[in-house]
């Protein structure tokens, strides 16, 4: 299927016609790749060949143990549960099903067995937290190395948050990507939105909805500090920008990703400057702004780096659209001589790395001068990258997750001469799919023992991950604070203590993690 649609994507001649053509398509993928679609493929592996011993909803069966609920003696992990399946267990009556089953069904099943294992099903796109209210924890939290307390900062935000930034004086930006920006006082309240922002789509949501996210024109993402924000107060905001002037009669709702840069004065922004924008042919609905990356970072040297990820599949590999990238530009958006693709024939030249799905975080770490990115995966593959200078990431060629059918990601790889040792694969990849959200490297003295490391946010999994990281390799993981809820963003204060904006239907919050 996904090789056909490539294959036609990438013969349409420019136009209207291929407007329309490429419409028609992403109608199919949806129809056919939707969640809902895939799971009944994905299952009819295990009720086909596993069901009849281990149950239908693995609770087990008199010819078989149960798989979710308990301890497996092979392992849990994807890989250990694979190697049973391959290899059965001719003791206990389990055939090996490696010359019944290819590599890539025994994946699907196996991996089937975890997600419903650690209750991360990938047909559900918002996680089960339902609708009661939710308050954090009120007792210390212990980890390996701290008793952390957590504390309420600011609540009543609305329910589709994307990103904070602490200001110097203990008042926290806030963006909201259906609303726009507002500021949360040192002791708690929340203002009115900052009036003269870019515009969001607040009154003109989008045509559907793919999941929980609305497929839109106009979302507030990522908002950051300028470096030398005390002395410059610049404030950056990386949007989705309706673009009129782009948009056509197939693709009314177009849009594309946008970074200014302005400062706020008597609550109004003021003194706007374009430092980045998509070019007008790379203006799309397709897929929605919900994976449009939107990230910022700086690093110690003033470079920004942003992210923008997929707007469909067919061009993710190509170096002349700007999505399925990082980027890196000077702070007022001129492009650094020293990029990799400065010069090359066709290539945009603030491109920093490609092959991107959908990036989620993106930070920089001073103790060794890397950027790294967390992005979605399909079914699985959720990622950690190192990102280095003109890589490729492989995306949408290659993927340490599946597809939502349980097919081999492959799209498009018969039209590209590119193998997988081409690609940079990925430092760390989750599987079952965590829906990985962004990340900071901690510098501060409140948590000594996590110096140097990587707190990670995950949204289906509602939980906030340690990653220690040594010469490019993972070292050590830990789970810090299970089950919140969706924890959108992270940003770390002077004192050290670690600032979460966790998103909830019944309206978002800001909590924080000091010593206790």
Known sequence: MQSVLSAVISRLDHGGFEALAKLIVLTVILLFLSPGHAAEVSRSIYGQHCAVCHGDAFEGAAQGVALVGRELLGGASVDAISTSIANGNPVKGMPAWAGVLDDQAIKAVALLIVEHREGLQFEQLAVPYGEDEWTPPSRPVTTQSHTVLLELVAESLDPKPFSIALRPDGSILVTETHRGLRIVSPTGEVSDYVTGTPRTDLDERGLTEEGDAPISAGWMLDVALHPDFADNGWIYLHYTERCSACASVLNPLTSRNVVVRGRIRDGRWVDEETVWQAPAYDASTAWGDAVAGGRIAFDDSGYLFLTAGMRGMDRIQDLDTAYGKTHRLHDDGRIPADNPFVGVPGALSSIWSYGHRSPQGLAYDPETGNVWNTEHGPRGGDELNRLLPGRNYGWPLFSDGLNYDGSEVAWGRTQREIELEDTERAVKAWSPSIAVS???????????????????????????????????????????????????????????????????????????????
Do not use: C, M
Request: aromatic share 8%; charged share 30%; glycine share 8%.
């Open 438 to 516: 962004n990340l900071v490297v901690y510098d501060g003295e409140a948590f000594p023992a996590w110096q140097g490391d990587f707190l990670i946010g995950s949204l289906k999994a509602t939980d906030l991950f340690r990653v220690e990281v040594e010469d490019g390799r993972i070292i050590g993981e830990e789970l810090l604070v299970e089950d919140l809820t969706r924890i959108r963003d992270i940003d770390v204060d002077e004192r050290g203590w670690i600032y979460l904006l966790l998103e909830h239907p019944t309206g978002s919050r800001i909590v924080r993690l000091k010593p206790a």
